[in-house]
């Protein structure tokens, strides 16, 4: 079993920035794929960006160029570096691992998922 616990929401105007970190325990997840997700209120899970144990990046289009995720294995963390934020960026955002190493935007590929963490852009 995988934990992810995700921290650094928070409220933040737009054009700010915010770090998000999820840290995995219960088992070491450098092989395994993780990613961000991202749910907004009445909307659909929506896939954020998503990274391979070697580093391998695949991205939104809606945040290409903004958001930066990255991977600490010997920490088992992830982060997601994100910039020059918009209102349409609110959302509680979610970490989640996949055990496979074949990258996927498919949230139903994931197999363990965080209570998730809220960020609010103000306009």
């Known amino acids: 079993q995988v934990q992810l616990v995700e921290s650094g929401g928070g409220l933040v105007q737009a054009g700010g920035s915010l770090r998000l970190s999820c840290a995995a325990s219960g088992r070491t997840v450098s092989r395994y794929a993780m990613a961000w997700f991202r749910q907004a209120p009445g909307k659909e899970r929506e896939f954020v960006a998503t990274?391979?144990?070697?580093?391998?990046?695949v991205y939104s289009d809606s945040v290409k160029g903004r958001f930066t995720i990255s991977r600490d294995n010997a920490k088992n963390m992830v982060y997601l570096q994100m910039n020059s934020l918009k209102p349409e960026d609110t959302a509680v955002y979610y970490c989640?691992?996949?055990?496979?190493?074949?990258?996927?935007?498919?949230?139903?590929?994931?197999?363990?998922w965080g209570q998730g963490t809220q960020v609010t852009v103000s306009s």
């Open positions: 989640a691992v996949d055990r496979s190493v074949i990258l996927t935007v498919d949230w139903n590929e994931y197999d363990y």
């Open positions: 990274i391979s144990g070697s580093g391998t990046t």
